[in-house]
């Protein structure tokens, strides 16, 4: 199983590790962190030398109650950073976490390879033209509502249902848009509450029924942290072993903002099934 980024073939018949860089200075873990051009190379080079496939850049917060900010800004914050990324390190396969079209296009002409796509289209009625038409991976994400509002649509009669729908649905209008690399996220604590995260969690080899590859975000998310009353700072470990969890159940790429405890969970996790 691969897909294509502009021309290099990336292998996840077994599992890859995104790494995350958040442009914001509101994310719920580490918001602010990289606010200036030295801590994102600096960060960017670590995250490659324990082994990332992928670097994961967004520059829009997602997490509940983010401030809203326009597309010109999101731009600002996105562009020189993907620039000066592409410059310091050519090899560098950049996916950019954005749910605008005229955001995706510009990033990719900028040198990003992928599309990651909380909304799955949903929020941009372009994107997908934009996406078919580049001709680039898209990973599409299962949210309801806006991160603004989507603590209020938790209403669900079967969450592992109502995804496989909502992905079928979604696909179909991928496949439409002549979009040919396709990733699945299920939204681990986007529309969900931490019981409907853990029944996903448990039943998420259900997915592998729409067959493509399945990437999970649950990163020192809120299902670890408020489960074990803790902060997120205090998360990894939790953060690991439901890694190994979703490893068991089929993901095959992890969007994580700590690398190499990714990566070793990786290669236990193959050394115990005999992975390849």
Do not use: W
Not at 32 to 43: A, F, H, L, R
Not at 169 to 187: F, Q, S, T, Y
Not at 188 to 206: C, H, M, P, R, Y
């Amino acid at each position: 199983m691969t897909i294509n980024c502009k021309g290099s073939l990336i292998d996840i018949s077994t599992p890859k590790v995104m790494g995350i860089l958040n442009l914001t200075p509101d994310s719920f873990y580490d918001g602010g962190y990289y606010n200036d051009m030295n801590s994102v190379m600096s960060q960017t080079e670590k995250m490659l030398r324990e082994g990332a496939t992928f670097i994961d850049v967004g520059a829009y917060s997602s997490r509940p109650d983010a401030k809203d900010i326009s597309e010109e800004e999101e731009i600002r914050r996105l562009l020189p950073v993907i620039g000066e990324m592409i410059k310091e390190f050519p090899h560098v396969l950049l996916s950019v976490d954005t749910f605008r079209a005229s955001v995706a296009q510009k990033a990719i002409e900028a040198g990003a390879v992928m599309i990651n796509d909380i909304s799955a289209g949903l929020l941009d009625k372009n994107m997908m033209q934009i996406v078919g038409d580049l001709q680039v991976p898209y990973c599409m994400m299962h949210m309801r509502g806006r991160p603004q509002t989507m603590k209020d649509y938790t209403d669900y009669k079967d969450i592992t249902s109502s995804l496989l729908q909502y992905f079928s649905e979604r696909l179909a209008v991928a496949r439409k848009h002549k979009i040919k690399d396709i990733i699945i996220d299920p939204g681990f604590g986007f529309a969900k509450t931490t019981d409907q995260n853990f029944e996903l969690l448990s039943n998420i080899d259900i997915l592998k029924k729409i067959e493509v590859p399945i990437l999970t975000g649950i990163s020192r998310k809120s299902m670890i942290y408020k489960t074990l009353g803790i902060e997120p700072s205090e998360a990894l470990n939790g953060t690991t072993a439901l890694h190994m969890i979703a490893l068991q159940k089929g993901a095959t790429l992890l969007r994580v903002h700590d690398v190499q405890p990714a990566i070793e969970c990786i290669k236990l996790f193959k050394e115990a099934y005999n992975r390849n």
